[in-house]
């Protein structure tokens, strides 16, 4: 019995060096906003505006995302807007969401150009000494990796477009 838990062992070790563990797949988008700590109120608006769909779809996107502390510094007007209009709230999502994979160091080299967001208005790229700017907001993450894309945390939610 003693030899038979030796060899067990000895194999599981052996087996353990020869086929390394397994990491995790990327999840989508939407699957790692939901999972983080700092992104409750964007996950809770994609579900109310009904792009959880968009945040899962294949892609490749690359979206923006703010921090709920982000959130916590609009005016009365506009979250009262995102609280309470369906359609605020999918320009707002639209409007964070570009369609490609963006990583900074390809937004790095579009310094100075547009990118144009699934809304239709365009973020300016700017590489500045203080870090990387999209649409004049502060890119505080950059890199997170997800099955259909990359998102970025930002510092700032961008302005919604009235259209």
Known sequence: MKLKLVTAATLAAVLGIVMPARTAEPVSI??????????????I?????????????????????PTDAAFKK?????????ATKKEVVQRL?????????????????LN???????????LKVEDTKDGLLVGGVKVVTA?????????????????????
């Open 45 to 65: 608006a994609a579900k109310e505006a009904g792009e959880v769909a968009t945040l899962k779809a294949a892609g490749p996107y690359t979206l923006f995302a």
């Open 143 to 163: 890199d997170i990796g997800c099955s259909n894309g990359v998102m970025h945390v930002i510092d700032a939610v961008l302005p919604v477009p009235k259209e």
């Open 112 to 122: 100075g150009m547009e990118l144009k967001t699934v809304h239709g208005n365009v």
């Open 74 to 82: 609009l005016d009365d007007a506009t979250i009262g807007a995102i």
């Open 93 to 109: 999502i639209r409007s964070h969401l570009v369609m490609g994979k963006y990583t900074a160091a390809d937004l790095k080299k």
């Open 30 to 43: 939407y699957t790692t906003l939901a999972a983080g700590k700092e992104h409750a109120v964007l996950t």
